[in-house]
C-alpha cells in the first residue's frame, strides 16, 4: 500500500475520449465535429493576420519579462470594458468597473465563482440545461451545489422561454444565474431582445445574481449585436459578473487569454471588490501571463489591427452561417423530409442537430464522423472538402 494507491481512475473526459477515437480511425475522409474550435476552410486553426502583426511588433520590442499586477495589463483589461459595454459607454468611466485579466474564459469562471462564495458566502448557482460541460464541474470544485434551468426545446429546436423564466423564478433568492450572453454552447439556440428583458425582469426581483458568460462575442452577428445582453443587464441597475474568452474570437486558443468583470452597484463598492478579487488571484496563481494579452490589448487598442481583426472575425462569421445554409440546402437534397432549417437559426460554433446518441455513434462506426454523444456538432470544423460526406452520411442515419 502506497500513499496514492487509493486514488481512482477519473471519469474518462467524453470530448477527449472522442479525439482519441478519431485519431485512431484510419479512413481517410473521417471528420471530427466533436471539436470546440474554429478551422479555416482548409480544415486549420487559423492564426489571425492581425495577431501575427501585433506579435512582431512585439518580438521587436524585445521587453523584460517582470511580473505583471494581480490584475493583469491595464491597456488590456480597459480594452475589455470598451468591448463589452461599447466604446462611448458612461459605464468606462463611473468607477463601477472592475477588470481583471484572467486565464482564458474557464479562469474568469472560476476567479468569479471563487469571489462570489469567499465574500458573499453564495453557494447555489444555476445553469442553463444543457450547458457547457465544465460549467457544472468548475462550480462543484468552488464548493457551490450546482441545478439547472430549462433552457433548450427539442421540440422546436429553440428556445424554452417559459420553463425558462419558470426555472429561475423558483430558484431561492439570491441565486447565482450564469447565462450564456450569445451564441449558446452546446445548443447555438439564443435569446432574443425581447426575451433578455424577461428573464432580467425575474432575475432583479428575485434578486438574483447574474452572471455572464460570453466566450464567442462576434461569431453571432456582430461585436456589437453579441453584448446586447451584457448591455441591458447593464442598463438594469442590477450588479453582474462577465466572463469573457478570446479563445475563439482571436484564435488564441493555448494563449488562455479571458478577462473577469464585475459591475458594481455603487462607485464605493468598487475598490473593495478589487481589493478582494486581487486576494482570490493571488492565492490560485498570483498574477497572469504576458504574451496572449499584450497581443490582444495590442490589437484591441491599434485603430489598424482593430479594423483587420474585425475584418477576419467577420470572415469566421460568414463561412459559419455559410456551412449551415449548405447543411440545411444539402441535407433537403438528399432527401431528409424533416425541416432541419433550424441549423440556420442556430449562432455561433455549434448546432444541436436533434441526431439521438444511436445515429451519432452510427455516424462514427458507418462513416467515420465523429460527434458529440448529445449531438452537437461544430459547424466550425466543416468545410467545402468535407460538408458533402457529412450531409450524406447525416441523411443516411436519419433514414
Ligand atoms: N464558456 C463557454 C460557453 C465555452 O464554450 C468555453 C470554451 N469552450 C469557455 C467558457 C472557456 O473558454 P476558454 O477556452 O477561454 O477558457
Known sequence: MSLFSAV?????????????AFNADTRPNKVNLGVGVYYDEAGKVPLLKAVAAAEEALVAEHAARTYLPMEGIAAYDAAVQRLLFGQDSPLLDSGRLVTAQSLGGTGALKLGADFLHRQLGKSLVAISDPSWENHRALFEAAGYEVVTYPYYDPATHGLNLD????????????????LHACCHNPTGVDLSLADWARVIDVIQRRQHVPFLDIAYQGFGENLQDDAVAVRLFAESGLPLLIASSFSKSFSLYGERVGALTILTGERDETAPVLSQLKRVIRTNYSNPPIHGAKVVARVLNDAHLYALWEDELAGMRVRIKAMR??????????????????????????????LSADQVARLASEYGIYAVSSGRICVAALNQGNIAAVTTAIAAVLR
Open 325 to 354: 445554409q449548405a447543411m440545411v440546402e444539402q441535407l433537403q437534397a438528399a432527401g431528409v423530409s424533416r425541416d432541419m432549417g433550424f441549423i440556420q437559426r442556430q449562432r455561433g460554433m455549434f448546432s444541436y442537430s436533434g
Open 8 to 20: 481512482e481512475l477519473a471519469p474518462r473526459d467524453p470530448i477527449l475520449g472522442l479525439n482519441e
Open 163 to 178: 420553463g425558462m423564466l419558470a426555472g429561475i423564478e423558483a430558484l431561492p433568492e439570491g441565486s447565482v444565474v450564469l
